[in-house]
């Protein structure tokens, strides 16, 4: 089970779950203190801005990012649930929990992927960036991005609620 939060309900959300593994996507100068019970090594902690296009300044969501995060979904071994936290739980978090999904159950249509998204997470925006690049190196020809556009831009939100899920093989 994938949990998908916002920075602020890291701790809890962990506590609740007793998850063991932590994934943080945050841009830089933004802090995050890793819970106890999560091992350094189990807690994967991306720097990029929750962008779509360059910026000046700003980190852009990059395939070095998108490689990171599929390793540590793959060596996740699914015993225990894995958290997954941007600041505010609603783009770079749905965006990462949709891609490690499809990457684990390679033969889930996407399609049914992104609208069991939109049902769990009325708020979920996935960064298409990060859609992107993981289409491309999953070799979905297409199917992630307009399954994401397809569902669209989630409810205005300040903080999505967070929410759970499941992984389907």
Known sequence: MIHVCSLSKVDETVARTGAQRLLSLLAAGTEVVRPASIL???HLHLV???????????TMPGEEHVRALLDFGYRWDRVKPLVVHCYAG???STASAYIIAAA?????????LAKTLRFLSPTATPNPRLIAVADMLLQRDGRMIAAIEEIGRGADAFEGIPFELDIKA
């Open 40 to 42: 350094a090594e189990n």
């Open 48 to 58: 990029m801005h929750d962008i779509a296009v360059a910026q000046e300044g700003m």
């Open 90 to 92: 609603v783009s770079r």
């Open 104 to 112: 684990l159950a390679p033969k889930r249509d996407e399609m049914e």
